[in-house]
Each structure stands twice: as structure tokens, then as C-alpha cells.
Nanobody, 120 residues
Framework: VQLVESGGGLVQPGGSLRLSCAAS????????MSWYRQAPGKERELVAT????????NYADSVKGRFTISRDNTKNTVYLQMSSLKPEDTAVYYC??????????????WGKGTLVTVSS
């Protein structure tokens, strides 16, 4: 199983970025997918989740109305569209998968992260 994030970079305050997480080794539709972030000197925090069944979403209060999580099961890829970015959004963003296997077991996986820097 692999989760590979991409799309991070340097962006000015108020700008936008789209992060991608390409998954392999499991079927995306069988997993709840999340984005976490970790800023320097801070704990890792949950940013957004999209569930496997129905595709319902949840967001941290700090990003509601600015970030959108989505999935493309045909590409086995999850996205995080980030708009109206603020300096406090600067962090390493990690993709996380909670996979429900056909046999009933559950496994969790992490990507290696992609750095987002919001600065003028």
C-alpha cells in the first residue's frame, strides 16, 4: 500500500493550492480518506475527512468554507482544494487512509507528506 502526496509549494496569502494523494494497493472506495497537517512545533491535526460510504465530509473549524476534500475513485486519488490560504495554514500535509478490507479487517496508512508554505 502506498499513499503519495503532491501539489504542495509556496503560495501567497489569499492564494489557492490543490493537493493530491494517489493511492495504490487498495480500492479507494473501501477507505475513509483524510488529510492531516503538522505545523512546526505543533501536533499533527485532522484537517478533513471523506468517508467511504456516501462520501460525507467533515472539516476542522479552522478550514471550513476554505478547503474542500474530494475523491476520484476511478483514479484512486483524493484531493484537497485549499483556497483563501493564510500563513497559519503553513504545514506539512499528510494523506491518511483507513481501509476496510473485504475480510473485515481494518488497516491505516500514512503518506510521507507535502509541504505547504503560505507567505508573501
Amino acid at each position: 500500500v502506498q499513499l503519495v502526496e503532491s501539489g504542495g509549494g509556496l503560495v501567497q496569502p489569499g492564494g489557492s493550492l490543490r493537493l493530491s494523494c494517489a493511492a495504490s494497493g487498495f480500492t479507494l472506495s473501501s477507505a475513509a480518506m483524510s488529510w492531516y497537517r503538522q505545523a512546526p512545533g505543533k501536533e499533527r491535526e485532522l484537517v478533513a475527512t471523506i468517508r467511504s460510504a456516501g462520501g460525507s465530509t467533515n472539516y476542522a473549524d479552522s478550514v471550513k468554507g476554505r478547503f474542500t476534500i474530494s475523491r476520484d475513485n476511478t483514479k484512486n486519488t483524493v484531493y484537497l482544494q485549499m483556497s483563501s490560504l493564510k500563513p497559519e495554514d503553513t504545514a506539512v500535509y499528510y494523506c491518511h487512509a483507513r481501509v476496510l478490507w473485504s475480510g473485515g479487517g481494518v488497516s491505516t496508512f500514512w503518506g510521507k507528506g507535502t509541504l505547504v508554505t503560505v507567505s508573501s
